[in-house]
């Protein structure tokens, strides 16, 4: 017996965040199960918590300090996807961990059999969100490409609709049950990804090269690089330093996004 009908009450905290509601849209789509999305109290008014409800998920407000508040509301629950926001900074607005702690207290006391955390590409070691993929220095305005490390990299990337899909897909997997899935959409050097670029933008694209930006950041020498250029090269590196021997793609049945659709939808929205 496919060990996904034992499972019939999906809970999705978060489920109106980037990576939330895509998983929300996958679950509905698949259509096996009850949908209840957990959104933080106080009530707020969110066109993606709408359209969720328009196509059968059941809105619920908890508040995530409280334990009993959230043991009532995860009442009949199997299955529990986080997405909740990552907050990585303590002391501004606390820990992301410990944000989902009383929910799986919570989880723990109500016999949810399943609880898959907000830990989607936490690793980066599955690379990046296609979405993202102008995030890593690829201009589209000024046709222009910095790359911070060498251009014949590989770098893995997922689309966030595939990200849903895996996260349905995974609940019939018996040995996704207490594992990390690792998977890939895409694979590709970022002299394909450049390459891509240039075909959907129909224009040759000047490169810059920078591979010394984390240096200066760290050594606070001018000119200093801001946080966001030192994330992003945190990102290349991480991606490329990444080992994929133990990719889970094989265990799943579908063809997930290529890279280059993405890229055509943001050269065509430019
Ligand atoms: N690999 C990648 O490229 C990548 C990129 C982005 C994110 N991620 C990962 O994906 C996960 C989710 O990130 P995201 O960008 O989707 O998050 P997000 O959009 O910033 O937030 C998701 C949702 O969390 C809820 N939320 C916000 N503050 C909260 C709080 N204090 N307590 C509880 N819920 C709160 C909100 O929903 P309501 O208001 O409806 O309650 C919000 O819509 C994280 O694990 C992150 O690391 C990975």
């Known amino acids: 017996m496919p060990i996904s009908t034992t499972f019939k009450t999906v809970v999705i905290a978060g489920a109106t965040g980037n990576v939330g509601y ?18 933080k109290k106080p009530e707020n008014k969110n066109e993606r918590a709408e359209l969720l409800a ?3 998920a ?13 043991v009532k509301a995860l009442k009949g629950t199997d299955v529990i996807v986080s997405a909740v926001k990552a907050i990585r900074f303590k002391k501004t607005s606390g820990d992301f961990y410990n944000i989902q702690l009383p929910l799986l207290e919570a989880a723990k006391e109500v016999g949810v059999k399943r609880f898959i955390p907000s830990e989607f590409g936490g690793e980066y070691t599955t690379g990046l969100f296609q979405e993202f993929v102008e995030m890593l220095g690829f201009d589209v305005k000024n046709k222009t490409a910095t790359f911070y490390v060498d251009g014949n990299s590989k770098i893995y990337s997922t689309s966030l609709a595939d990200i849903g899909k895996y996260t349905v897909e995974s609940l019939k997997l018996p040995e996704a049950r207490n594992a990390t899935i690792r998977v890939a959409g895409s694979t590709e050097t970022f002299n394909e990804i450049l390459q891509m670029f240039e075909e959907a933008t129909g224009s040759k694209w000047k490169v810059v090269e920078d591979r010394e930006v984390r240096y ?33 793609n ?10 280059t659709e993405q890229i055509n939808i943001i050269a065509k929205n430019a």
Do not use: C, M, W
């Open 22 to 39: 895509p998983i929300a849209e996958a679950f509905l789509n698949d259509g096996s199960y009850k949908i209840k999305i957990f959104r």
């Open 250 to 259: 094989d265990k799943f049945n579908f063809t997930p996004h290529s890279l």
């Open 58 to 70: 059941e809105i619920v407000y908890v508040d995530y300090t409280q334990k009993d508040d959230l």
């Open 54 to 56: 328009s196509k059968g």
């Open 216 to 248: 200066r950041f760290r050594n606070k020498i001018e000119p200093i690089p801001s946080t966001a250029d030192d994330f992003r090269v945190f990102v290349f590196e991480s991606s490329i330093l990444s080992k994929f021997d133990k990719v889970d």
